[in-house]
């Protein structure tokens, strides 16, 4: 529950979930509903699968070397190099929470040790595996994460009734329910969900270099 | 199955051709090197049509292939056909391929896929064009599938679905064309004005055009900066028969698609 919260100490509030980079490249509010769908079939899903192939990782001793192979397959699948960094500056919070919490547990060592920064998913998949969280409750959470930072950064960017994106955000979890299964069953990096969503990529890679931003992402 | 297997040799290359619903023809060839186009035996692509190319470039060599002509996915009724493409590229090779246009009409369901394997210093370029739907069709529909590994190691794995008629925003939208050029064992530059470049995390780079028009596409610029870079490395090292040299190098510095 509380992986989820927004008002974790671990810098999420710097993310729209690329909410802020679809509006500055003119996709009008209406379609926030229908960007929330298409994002838990995509980008959400991918972020999922290594979140729980980075659990099997972490689950396994020494972890170290098998989380980085996760790391590389969510980076391959990544391509924007700007996604990429801004999801490692999410880790290094979730990682310093997570070294707080369970300093000794080999999981949480293998991440604050690491010799290179590793994204948000990877670190989430850890600390599910040192909180003890299933496969499929840390896909799910992935995936509502993801959807509920799009509609608390909408309520900042474009504030509407907060009750119609909390309806949307149901429904975004609802429309991936039926793949939580297949992906809570990934354990190799290769089986990691590949969805792209190429013009998510290309805001934002524009948004990064834009300096009138309100989030970096 | 099509296959197309370049091995360096001392005079000219071993070329293995297979045909299949794509016949590979011989444009000129030399120790290291090949020019291959691709030319379809008869209409393509229907529905229950599978589509298998396979492609391997042996070590130094260097395999520039060229469509004639683009492909249409004709109405299927919903029917899946396929298009697969499985290339290996051994240590010191390259790989050069300008694909034309695969359009998607209505009532097509197309799965594409691109493997690429790479060995140690080897590189390929490539171009790829989607466009959903012929003049005056919403679409049908297509499942783009990408994997790019170098010795073992993913640099890019993408799935993309795509369907006519159906604006997914931060997908495709509601554009038609889904262009791109993609490296891999080498990075493309980006000069800022012709399109964005997605740096992968390993070597390799990815431009691409989302529009409705295929002539607005900017990424034929790409593609030239990024194939004339990927062959300036092979000026001094494509060998020739002694009559070809001339052209051969003409081919490696002048032509642009």
């Known amino acids: 529950m509380m992986l989820a919260d927004a008002r974790l100490p671990v810098g999420g509030h710097v993310h729209s979930a690329g909410l802020e980079p679809a509006f500055a490249a003119g996709m009008p509010s ?6 929330l769908l298409g994002r838990a079939a995509t980008v959400s899903l991918v972020e999922a699968g290594t979140a729980v192939a980075a659990r099997h ?4 001793v020494p972890a170290d070397e098998l989380l980085l192979l996760v790391e590389a397959a ?11 960094e801004i999801s490692r500056a999410l880790g290094r919070g979730y990682s310093r929470l997570a070294n707080k919490l369970w300093p000794t547990h080999p999981a949480i060592r293998a991440c604050v040790d690491s010799s290179t920064p590793l994204s948000r998913p990877v670190i989430l998949g850890s600390i599910a595996a040192a909180a003890g969280i299933d496969a499929e409750s840390l896909a799910r959470l992935v995936i509502y994460d993801d959807a509920q930072t799009v509609a608390a950064a909408l309520l900042k960017l474009d504030p509407i009734d907060p009750a119609t994106p909390a309806g949307w955000v149901l429904e975004a979890c609802a429309s991936v ?18 969805a792209g969503a190429p013009q998510n990529e290309e805001w934002a890679e524009a948004h990064s270099l834009t300096t009138q931003r309100l989030f970096r992402a | 199955m099509t296959a197309i297997s370049i091995e360096a040799d001392a005079g000219r290359a071993r070329l293995d051709l297979q045909a299949g619903v794509i016949v590979p ?7 290291n090197y090949a020019r291959v186009a691709l030319v379809a035996g008869g209409a393509l692509l229907l529905g229950g049509d599978h589509v298998r190319i396979q492609i391997t470039v042996g070590e130094g060599c260097l395999l520039d292939i060229e469509d004639i002509g683009g492909t249409v996915a004709y109405n299927a009724d919903d029917t899946l056909s396929s298009w697969s493409v499985d290339i290996q590229v051994a240590s010191a090779g390259a790989l050069v391929w300008h694909g034309l246009p695969l359009i998607v009409s209505d ?14 210093d080897a590189s390929a370029c490539i171009r790829e064009t989607v466009v959903l739907g012929r003049a005056g069709e919403t679409g049908g529909r297509v499942r783009q599938r990408t994997d790019i590994e170098s010795d073992g ?9 795509a369907q006519g008629g159906i604006d997914v925003p931060g997908v495709i939208g509601p554009n038609r064309v889904l262009d791109s050029v993609m490296i891999a064992g ?15 995390e390993r070597p390799g780079s990815q431009a691409r055009y989302l529009g409705m028009m295929t002539h607005s596409s900017p990424l034929e610029k790409v593609w030239k900066r990024w194939r004339d870079g990927l062959m300036s490395n092979w000026n001094d090292r494509i060998r020739m028969p002694a009559t070809g040299r001339a052209a051969a190098t003409a081919t490696a510095q002048g032509r642009s698609s």
Do not use: K, M, N
Request: hydrophobic content about 45%.
């Open chain 1, 30 to 35: 209406a379609r926030v509903r229908d960007y």
């Open chain 1, 57 to 60: 990782a972490a689950s396994s």
């Open chain 1, 74 to 84: 969510w980076a391959a699948r990544t391509p924007s190099r700007a996604l990429r």
């Open chain 1, 177 to 194: 329910d039926e793949l939580i299964p297949l992906v809570a069953a990934v354990t190799s990096p290769d089986a990691i969900p590949a």
């Open chain 2, 25 to 31: 023809r011989v444009i000129e060839r030399g120790a």
């Open chain 2, 107 to 120: 009532g097509a369901d197309v799965l594409r896929s691109l493997r690429i394997s790479l060995a140690g």
């Open chain 2, 153 to 161: 190691v993913p640099v890019f794995v993408e799935e993309v679905t």
């Open chain 2, 186 to 200: 080498a990075r493309g530059s980006d000069d800022g004005h012709d399109s964005r470049v997605l740096q992968f």
